[in-house]
């Protein structure tokens, strides 16, 4: 699958390709965070088909944790590199030119963090944590 998107300003753009290796939402503190209260709904592709190909993001890490990359003019979260899934980007379906090819999750985590008003649709696979293996 190849997708194109960028960010709100259009700063920053980028386009990937490959096979699609996640499609999830994450109901982790710091993922509500960053998403302004909802689920963070991302897609996972392949890092050696990623290219920016306007602009360059600004990125943010904590120790240990996962490099966040956001356009520094308008703030849109473009994208985030975690450890665990070392060889992918975790786009951000909201910076999709065309969110319809995300279609829907297949997993959801960290729902053991989720508030009353968050929903995980019918038939999503779901987990309290991450899960292991």
């Keep these: 699958m190849d997708v194109v998107g960028g960010c709100y300003c259009g700063a920053v753009r980028y386009e990937a390709g ?30 050696a088909g990623f290219s920016y190909t306007r602009g360059e993001p600004s990125h943010f890490a904590r120790p240990g944790g996962v490099t966040r990359e956001f356009c520094a003019n308008c703030g849109t979260h473009i994208l985030t590199r975690s450890p665990r899934m070392a060889g992918a980007v975790l786009l951000k379906v ?31 696979r779901s987990f309290d944590k991450f899960p292991q293996g």
């Design 18 to 47: 490959g096979e699609v290796l996640a499609k999830g939402m994450c109901f982790c503190r710091e993922c509500r965070h960053i998403s302004g209260g909802g689920a963070n709904v991302l897609m996972g592709m392949p890092a």
């Design 94 to 124: 909201g910076s999709l030119d065309d969110q319809d090819a995300f279609e829907m999750p297949t997993i959801a985590v960290y729902c053991s963090e989720m508030k009353p008003y968050h929903v995980v649709p019918e038939g999503v």
